[in-house]
């Protein structure tokens, strides 16, 4: 069975700081998609980055980066310059490939401290 | 630009009574779904649709009905509320074709449901 595991239930980083959030998933499809969602107080689910498993390189938008090692399966997500608005509930996901089953992690309580 | 949008936002209902969450999205979208969001926990799939016509459960349907008589709308109608329904629920959509797509899951901004 397809899993998504977020080992890490909160974190806290300091304003300006760097936190990467770890993201390990289990699989046995060659073809899939990661996403890192972000839910902030206002509780509405927003998408922060995505990755193609086909894809080596790994995915960035502006502070958001992200670490894909498809061997070892892992999805790690860096935060660079962390900002106050930057605190959030961040679920890891995954979905194979032409299929309808998003699999979400338990997320990860990120602080930021001012 | 509304996506996904779901109405009601806020809804108090007592023991025993029903109620229909609303879902549209106006993006096109084929698949469509119903989340649950429990305190501090992730999502959980209640149902989804992979068109028009065509719906069916995910992990946890008891006590749920969906349909989906058009592309645009997802309602989910609560048969009989018991306090363990209470909980915060997402519609979301997301568009694939022969496998093919972005893959993102649209989110509509969730509808806190309280059952006493």
């Known amino acids: 069975a397809q899993t998504v595991t977020q080992s890490q239930p909160e974190m806290s980083v300091q304003e300006a700081e760097t936190v990467t959030l770890s993201c390990t998933y289990d699989?046995?499809?060659?073809?899939?998609?990661l996403f890192w969602y972000k839910q902030p107080p206002s509780r509405q689910m927003i998408l922060v980055i995505r990755q193609e498993a086909y894809k080596q390189q790994n995915a960035t938008e502006n502070r958001f980066s992200v670490n894909f090692q498809k061997a070892a399966k892992s999805f790690s997500l860096k935060i660079s310059d962390s900002q106050l608005g930057d605190a959030a509930m961040y679920f890891c996901a995954y979905i194979a490939s032409g299929t309808y089953k998003y699999i979400f992690g338990t997320g990860t309580r990120l602080k930021v401290l001012a | 630009n509304a996506g996904v949008t779901q109405t009601p936002k806020f809804r108090i209902l007592k023991i025993g009574q029903s109620m229909t969450l609303q879902c549209t999205q106006d993006m096109n979208h084929n698949y469509m779904y119903w989340y649950r969001q429990d305190p501090g926990m992730g999502l959980k799939l209640i149902y989804y649709?992979?068109?028009?016509?065509?719906?069916d459960k995910g992990e946890v349907p008891n006590g749920y009905n969906v349909s989906r008589s058009t592309t645009e709308d997802f309602p989910l109608r609560l048969e009989l509320a018991a306090p363990s329904q209470t909980s915060v629920y997402f519609c979301a959509s997301s568009y694939w074709s022969g496998g093919l797509g972005t893959g993102e899951l649209f989110f509509g901004e969730g509808s806190r449901l309280t059952v006493l």
């Open positions: 699989t046995s499809e060659s073809d899939y998609y």
């Open positions: 649709s992979v068109g028009a016509g065509i719906t």
